[in-house]
């Protein structure tokens, strides 16, 4: 009986070969190649523009943040800090104090996040690499100076050079507000600093903070040994997440990480991928048809065949063998092809930037392309579960004319 397979097989094979190479064959090839190309590079687009969210993160973000489960402030006294500075993995314990404040300028003012860092916040040159103009400091002579961004700085129409025109931070005064009185000018605590550099890391960041001195912060809001988070910088976070996080749970405190940190910007990322993925798997499915028309004409075409396959003593699960064989056939080679010509232009967009974002400066000039193994996995799994299912009908009519020709 197997030899008799093999004979019909190889029959059969020769029959096929002028409508193997036949137009119909190579359009279904060039299909599955362009579908599995095209949901490689989509799915790749995700990961590069993840990937490169993620190190964006991390040009002016820790590698940890220490946060209260609730609320806006926490307490954190000096031995929590010795603690952290224990610990031989965590570099530098930053600690930070955020508040929104009315800032004035000249004739201008804004709203924007007043951001207090302790001693440690210049010795860890986390935005160091970021200052675009002035100096890399929270004082100057004894006196504090603040860094501001980018986008703050235009917004309010400063000028580095005007040392005679301090920024006015105005901050509600809080024993004030307990009796309040609309007619009352101390419900208003003031402030003036000057500003001492100018950063640019991210947009949104520049374009509403302000870094002082924690201890200028702590004088304006008029706060003891509290802290709106604690900055840790560390060369393994997920270790050091691991070996704090269970003390800091018991105070109310949680870790997080980079990807944890922005959460909600990742999560986004991830919500777009899937939907664009289901619907190029649509797509594909659509694209499906193409196979099973070019299987479904082969059937009719060798259906006078088919009984001279079943003559020479070919069973009724051989034939529907040998049609889904050649579903998977025309899919392995169209898949290996789509790979290839993935890959390819993946270097090409990752070497020479050929689909520009069209934004300005160096911010992200092209699409970035992150190319990783799971992916392919993914894509071939898909690819030929589809083309498994698109095989499946022909075979079985294939199956059904061997049948009328043995009645």
């Known amino acids: 009986m197997k030899f008799s397979f093999f004979i019909a097989k190889r029959y059969f094979q020769s029959k096929l070969k002028s409508t193997f190479i036949s137009m119909m064959s190579r359009f279904t090839m060039v299909g599955v190649a362009f579908e599995v190309m095209a949901l490689i590079l989509v799915l790749s687009f995700f ?45 530098f314990a930053i600690g930070e104090l955020k508040d929104q404040v009315l800032l004035k300028y000249g004739d201008n003012q804004i709203v924007a996040d007043l951001i207090g860092l302790d001693s440690n916040f210049i010795p860890s040159k986390s935005f160091e690499s970021s200052l675009i103009a002035g100096e890399y400091a929270l004082h100057y002579e004894d006196f504090p100076v603040a860094l501001i961004g980018e986008g703050l700085f235009l917004s309010l129409g400063m000028d580095l050079r005007n040392q005679l025109l301090p920024i006015q931070i105005f901050y509600p005064n809080r024993k004030s507000l307990q009796k309040f009185n609309v007619f009352s000018t101390s419900n208003l605590k003031e402030s003036t600093i000057l500003p001492g550099g100018i950063f640019s890391v991210d947009p949104v960041f520049d374009s509403q903070s302000l870094l002082v001195d924690f201890q200028f912060m702590k004088n304006l809001i008029g706060l ?41 910007v990742l999560q986004a990322i991830q919500i777009e991928r899937l939907f664009v993925t289901l619907m190029m798997i649509g797509i594909i499915i659509v694209a499906s048809f193409t196979l099973f028309f070019s299987l479904s004409l082969l059937v009719v075409e060798k ?35 789509g790979i290839i010509l993935a890959i390819f232009l993946a270097y090409i967009q990752n070497s020479f930037g050929i689909l520009k974002t069209g934004l300005s400066g160096d911010f992200l000039e092209s699409y970035p392309i992150k190319l990783i193994a799971q992916d392919f996995i993914l894509v071939i799994f898909i690819v030929f579960i589809v083309g498994i299912l698109a095989s499946i009908y022909p075979a079985k009519k294939a199956v059904d004319y061997a049948s009328e020709n043995l009645g």
């Open 47 to 91: 990961n590069g523009i993840q990937d490169f969210q993620i190190n964006f993160f991390q040009s002016y973000e820790p590698e940890l943040r220490i946060v209260p489960e609730n609320g806006k402030f926490f307490n954190f006294n000096s031995n929590d800090f010795k603690v952290l500075n224990e610990n031989d993995q965590i570099d």
């Open 224 to 264: 003891e040994n509290q802290y709106s988070s604690i900055r840790i910088i560390c060369s393994d976070p997920l270790s050091v997440q691991k070996q704090i996080q269970d003390s800091l749970k018991e105070k109310g405190l949680k870790v997080l990480t980079i990807e944890e940190q922005h959460q909600n």
């Open 303 to 337: 259906r006078k065949d088919l009984k001279t396959m079943v003559s020479m003593g070919i069973q009724s699960r051989q034939i529907f063998q040998i049609f889904l064989i050649e579903g998977l056939l025309i899919t392995f080679i169209g898949t290996i092809f």
